[in-house]
């Protein structure tokens, strides 16, 4: 990566020694709620809820012998807790622990995550408001259109973000779920109470019914609005990597003093934060179906889905956030080049203006299949002699016929695409 990753609070939460305290945390939290119905005495309960300082490297080597992490975690805390130690992950099993902890690190991640999508819509706020008013040519298929403007343009984005953040939030209050339900989910020594309470310690809410573990639909939920809000970065990125091509040339990335492009051109200045978003995206959704296909696993449970998400966990979660926060420099960094613009919005002839003609006559009655003849004749003929569109159509007689030259005057007015800009910017602007 071109820049370097800075965010420690991000990736320490993916630490094992992070995943240690959170499993720690649950097993507490079950500790206390059961020292609450009498089983667990409290002078027992007051030597678990101890801290605890975890040797990763001890709890490695004792799951070297174990083979299993839960149990390599239990035998340590025996070890550093003493006699009141048998009383941790009494009626639990590991799924319970596991898991519970696991929507911990990832409501923590998801917090992040965002707090992000805020410090990016502000940037596009800010870019949208800037640029109102710069009304640039559209294109579908790649191919002049319509004129539209740059505040159309960023304020689009802002609404598609919007939706995105509001997406991972449910996402994120959908993995606020905790499971303290037994081996296969039906509480053969703890009890609903004690899962409810040791959820509410935890900030969590209990799982309205578990099997061994808490259903993966929660968690696919979760990456695949990651993964649709990775694809909006890409949208945001590809258009601007379009608009940064040296024919196009009507925005330029940050470039700092002192950077290279190419080390064979030393003329290159490429859109390098965009195109590395672009494939950082990609993973971020491939991971997404990494997701889904761990939603079916055999009966209660097998163990399929761990060694996935070991993996797509932290790497989705720092890569979005990552992500957004690079998204936000290059927003930040964005140079605009409003004579670019606007020789890009004349570079067809004014051929856009076909529509306001066809409309207009229209209106003054002429059939809609006879109009569209005669417009598209007078543009086809722009295109291939590259005489400018209006002047074709003020010389044909036909049209001249229904359209007088001050209706011709206002049908070519730019500024008639711009005429809605602020109320739709300003209803867009006004979301939350």
Partial sequence: ???????????????????????????????????EQGVIPAADLENILADVDFDVEKIL????????????FLTFLEQKIGP???????????????????????????????ADFDMVLEAIRELTLANQGLVCIGRSHGIHAEPTTYGYKFAGFYAEFLRDKKRFADALEDIRTGKISGAVGTYTVVTPSIEARACELLGLKPDIISTQIIQRDRYAHYFTALAIAAGTVERICVELRHLQRTEVHEVEEGFAKGQKGSSAMPHKRNPISAENMCGLARVIRS?????LENQALWHERDISHSSVERIITPDSTILMDYVLHRLTRLIKGLRILPENVERNLWGSYGLFFSQRVLTALIEKGMPRQ???????????????THRPFPELIRSDEDIRGHLSPEE???????????????EIVGRVLAQR
Avoid: P
């Fill in 408 to 422: 011709l005057d206002a049908v070519f007015d730019v500024k008639h695409y711009s005429r809605f800009e602020s």
């Fill in 84 to 114: 009141s130690a048998r009383f941790i992950h009494l009626g639990c099993t590991s799924s319970d622990i596991v898991d519970t902890a696991m929507a911990l690190q990832m409501v923590q991640a998801g917090e992040m995550i965002l």
């Fill in 1 to 35: 990566m071109i820049e370097r990753y800075s965010r420690k609070e991000m990736a320490d939460i993916w630490t094992l020694e992070n995943r240690y305290r959170c499993w720690f945390k649950v097993e507490q939290a079950v500790c206390r709620a059961w020292c």
């Fill in 61 to 72: 080597e004792i799951e070297q012998v174990t083979r299993h992490d839960i149990i390599a």
């Fill in 287 to 291: 991971n997404a179906l990494a997701s």
């Fill in 370 to 384: 006879q109009a569209y003849v005669a417009v598209q004749k007078r543009a086809m003929e722009s295109w291939e």
